[in-house]
């Protein structure tokens, strides 16, 4: 088993940044990358990037190239999502997931989620 849990989420203005971090436990050995996902109100769960733990090679969704830069902190297990000039429409519910295989752009790709945290960009 592998848990996740994301911090760093919250409300910030249009222009602005967060960062938000995932930190996974357990047999984190067993994953090869990391996802980070999100979910605006009412719409599907689509990909923001993600990260290949060994290498470091990244994968970005065309909405967020650019602005959004994923990292990674082996020794502390720990993934971190960038976020740069927020708009409103990145308004969503984000979470982390990790896969034993290569970077996956689907939910169905991922094995283990956070739970996830708010993301809310006013204007």
């Known amino acids: 088993q592998v848990q996740l849990v994301e911090y760093g989420g919250g409300l910030v203005q249009a222009g602005g940044s967060l960062r938000l971090s995932c930190a996974a436990s357990?047999?984190?050995?067993?994953?090869?990358?990391m996802g980070w996902f999100r979910r605006a109100p009412g719409k599907e769960r689509e990909f923001v990037g993600g990260i290949h733990w060994g290498g470091g090679s990244t994968s970005y969704a065309d909405s967020v190239k650019g602005r959004f830069t994923i990292s990674r902190d082996n020794a502390k297990r720990t993934v971190y999502l960038e976020m740069n000039s927020l708009k409103p429409e990145d308004t969503a519910v984000y979470y982390c997931?990790?896969?034993?295989?290569?970077?996956?752009?689907?939910?169905?790709?991922?094995?283990?989620w956070g739970q996830g945290t708010q993301v809310t960009v006013s204007s």
């Open positions: 357990g047999r984190t050995f067993t994953m090869n990358t």
């Open positions: 997931a990790a896969s034993r295989e290569g970077l996956r752009n689907t939910p169905s790709g991922y094995a283990y």
